[in-house]
Structure formats: structure tokens, C-alpha cells
T-cell receptor, first 110, second 115 residues
Framework: DAKTTQPTSMDCAEGRAANLPCNHSTISGNEYVYWYRQIHSQGPQYIIHGLKNNETNEMASLIITEDRKSSTLILPHATLRDTAVYYC???????????FGAGTRLTVKP | GAGVSQSPSNKVTEKGKDVELRCDPISGHTALYWYRQRLGQGLEFLIYFQGNSAPDKSGLPSDRFSAERTGESVSTLTIQRTQQEDSAVYLC?????????????FGPGTRLTVT
């Protein structure tokens, strides 16, 4: 799977949009971009995933650049409960496992 | 509907003892995964089951680790002769199918402490 690069940590003000970047410059054509988050002492929670097109669900939006070498996860109105470690993962269509890196620790502040 | 459940939530064992961890996947999910997460670190893939196919055991760290799954239901992860370095949170996940286009849903994990 392609390696991903994320900032170690980010802060966001409550109620504002949180924009979490991810670089995956070696991504190949059949690799999906996944985002998960892990709140302290809980199992990872699925957020969203996409292949080429931008995606939106009730939790977030995923913006993938046209060359697919980077993406941004957007939490439109961050709340204190969104404080977590956010993982960007690139996963091949045929791969069995999810390769989690260090992620970005997002802290939402009042 | 019900998510992935795991038991026990916490397990403390003495070095050298065997432990068995249980995972109940989401009903109808054919793929099941086990991961390990050491304190402050990312997830390590351990093993993957897909339907009746032979499991992918490529992530098991040693022959002390084994896992079974009956059909498309419960799975158990067994660690024999536990060592202190086995202390970690063991996470189970399931998905509709094993392909990369399907998201995995994780359970709350079992925190194993080997003393």
C-alpha cells in the first residue's frame, strides 16, 4: 500500500471547520483513500472513503485532488467530541488489512 | 444494528498462561480481522478471515498466536504462553467483504495485560 504522510497534530476551534490533510503521492490507480478516527481508549471508527471522486456523508467530506496524490478530510462544524487521532489510510482493492500510521491528533478547543 | 463486540473487555494474566479472546462480528459480514495496538502506537495486522477461504495469517508475530473462526460467525484469538510484550489492546473488525472497497467496523477491543 502507498505510504501516507499526515501532520502530527492540529488544533481547531469548536464550531469551525477542521481540515485534515494527507499526502499519498505514491498512490496507485486501484487504491482507496480511507479515513478513520480513534477516540481515546476506543476502537477505530470508520469515517469515510473514496477512490477518485469527492465524497460526503453525515460525518465528513473527503476531497481528493485530481492527481490523487493528496486528500483532505473536512469536519464541517467541529465539536469537542471530535477530539481524536485521525488516520488516513491508502488501501489496495485486493489487500486484506488496513495499514494504520501515526495519524493526526486533532484537538478541538472551546 | 449491533456492532462488533469483543470479550473480555479487560484481561490480566500471568506470564506463561494461555489466553483466549473472543470477537462477535456484525451479522452478515463475511470478512473478519484481528489487529494489535500497543500503547501509543498504530495498529498491527494479525490475521484475516474471509468466508470459507484459508485465513491470511501473515501478521501473526509468532507460533504462540493462533485464531479460529467458525463459518461467518464468532472468532477466537488464542495466545499461548503469554509474554509481557504481548500486553496490548487486541482489536477485531469485520466488513461485508474483504475487498479494499469495503470499510471495516471495529469492536471496542480487549485490553490484555501480562504481568
Amino acid at each position: 500500500d502507498a505510504k501516507t504522510t499526515q501532520p502530527t497534530s492540529m488544533d481547531c476551534a469548536e464550531g469551525r471547520a477542521a481540515n485534515l490533510p494527507c499526502n499519498h503521492s505514491t498512490i496507485s490507480g486501484n487504491e482507496y483513500v480511507y479515513w478513520y478516527r480513534q477516540i481515546h481508549s476506543q476502537g477505530p471508527q470508520y469515517i469515510i472513503h473514496g477512490l477518485k471522486n469527492n465524497e460526503t456523508n453525515e460525518m465528513a467530506s473527503l476531497i481528493i485532488t485530481e492527481d490523487r496524490k493528496s486528500s483532505t478530510l473536512i469536519l464541517p462544524h467541529a465539536t469537542l467530541r471530535d477530539t481524536a487521532v485521525y488516520y488516513c489510510i491508502v488501501r489496495d482493492y485486493n489487500n486484506n488489512d488496513m495499514r494504520f500510521g501515526a495519524g493526526t491528533r486533532l484537538t478541538v478547543k472551546p | 444494528g449491533a456492532g462488533v463486540s469483543q470479550s473480555p473487555s479487560n484481561k490480566v494474566t500471568e506470564k506463561g498462561k494461555d489466553v483466549e479472546l473472543r470477537c462477535d462480528p456484525i451479522s452478515g459480514h463475511t470478512a473478519l480481522y484481528w489487529y494489535r495496538q500497543r500503547l501509543g502506537q498504530g495498529l498491527e495486522f494479525l490475521i484475516y478471515f474471509q468466508g470459507n477461504s484459508a485465513p491470511d495469517k501473515s501478521g501473526l508475530p509468532s507460533d504462540r498466536f493462533s485464531a479460529e473462526r467458525t463459518g461467518e460467525s464468532v472468532s477466537t484469538l488464542t495466545i499461548q504462553r503469554t509474554q509481557q510484550e504481548d500486553s496490548a489492546v487486541y482489536l477485531c473488525a469485520s466488513s461485508r467483504e474483504g475487498r479494499g472497497s469495503y470499510e471495516q467496523y471495529f469492536g471496542p477491543g480487549t485490553r490484555l495485560t501480562v504481568t
